[in-house]
């Protein structure tokens, strides 16, 4: 008795990328496309109605993104194990996206055999990573965390808060070129690029007190 094929559920804002995908899998008679999504709340009104093994889940999409929306599936207490499959292996998408819920995370470059072997294993619920991605994860986890300066921990709760780098340089009275410069010290610290991700990264890590930002 053969096994039922994966279902899967394509999430990606490019609809040549969505083609190719469920034209892969409709060539083998393990797999079965039941829907494609172009954004994170049309991924998640699918999933719930129509139940996917897997959703292959594109992290940057217009309106809801990949995290959001696999934060989204994860408070639901869906059954689909989601596989992030992006352009993108920078620490500020990986490590929201582990967080928030995925069972694996592959690059686009990733072969057609390998995506299809992935995608079977995260049905069964085991992690993918791409070789890229698993050397990130390992490099942060080995890599003690750079604990910031108190002046940058002052600087990152004012960046919670709302202020911009001139509100904070008026309050604690000091250049704004100053407050730049450890601006980018804290970026460098969290492995962020903006100030967005470092007030993310700052909550992860207990930098921030939920009643902040």
Same mark, same amino acid.
């Given at each position: 008795?053969?096994?039922?094929?994966?279902?899967?559920?394509?999430?990606?804002?490019?609809?040549?990328?969505?083609?190719?995908?469920?034209?892969?899998?409709?060539?083998?008679?393990?797999?079965?496309?039941?829907?494609?999504?172009?954004?994170?709340?049309?991924?998640?009104?699918?999933?719930?109605?129509?139940?996917?093994?897997?959703?292959?889940?594109?992290? $940057?999409? @217009?309106?809801?993104?990949?995290? =959001?929306?696999? /934060? &989204?599936?994860? #408070? *639901?207490?869906? !059954?689909?194990?989601?596989?992030?499959?992006?352009?993108?292996?920078?620490?500020?998408?990986?490590?929201?996206?582990?967080?928030?819920?995925?069972?694996?995370?592959?690059?686009?470059?990733?072969?057609?055999?390998?995506?299809?072997?992935?995608?079977?294993?995260?049905?069964?619920?085991?992690?993918?990573?791409?070789?890229?991605?698993?050397?990130?994860?390992?490099?942060?986890? $080995?890599? @003690?965390?750079?604990?910031?300066? =108190?002046?940058? /921990? &002052?600087?990152? #709760? *004012?960046?919670? !808060?709302?202020?911009?780098?001139?509100?904070?340089?008026?309050?604690?009275?000091?250049?704004?070129?100053?407050?730049?410069?450890?601006?980018?010290?804290?970026?460098?610290?969290?492995?962020?690029?903006?100030?967005?991700?470092?007030?993310?990264?700052?909550?992860?890590?207990?930098?921030?007190?939920?009643?902040?930002?």
């Amino acid at each position: 008795m053969s096994e039922a094929p994966v279902r899967v559920l394509i999430v990606d804002d490019h609809p040549v990328v969505r083609d190719g995908i469920r034209g892969m899998f409709a060539g083998d008679p393990g797999f079965e496309t039941v829907g494609e999504a172009g954004d994170g709340a049309r991924a998640v009104e699918l999933a719930r109605s129509l139940e996917p093994d897997v959703v292959l889940m594109d992290l $940057r999409m @217009p309106g809801t993104g990949g995290v =959001d929306a696999i /934060s &989204e599936l994860a #408070r *639901l207490g869906l !059954g689909a194990r989601v596989l992030v499959l992006t352009t993108y292996a920078s620490d500020s998408d990986v490590g929201p996206a582990i967080e928030a819920g995925a069972t694996g995370y592959l690059l686009k470059d990733t072969s057609p055999d390998e995506l299809m072997r992935a995608v079977r294993l995260a049905a069964r619920g085991e992690t993918v990573l791409s070789p890229l991605v698993a050397s990130r994860l390992v490099g942060r986890v $080995r890599e @003690p965390a750079v604990p910031l300066s =108190d002046r940058e /921990s &002052e600087i990152l #709760r *004012l960046i919670a !808060g709302g202020f911009t780098n001139r509100e904070a340089a008026a309050r604690l009275f000091i250049s704004e070129a100053t407050v730049k410069t450890h601006v980018l010290h804290i970026y460098g610290k969290l492995g962020v690029n903006d100030r967005a991700a470092a007030v993310a990264a700052g909550f992860r890590r207990g930098l921030l007190d939920p009643g902040e930002g």
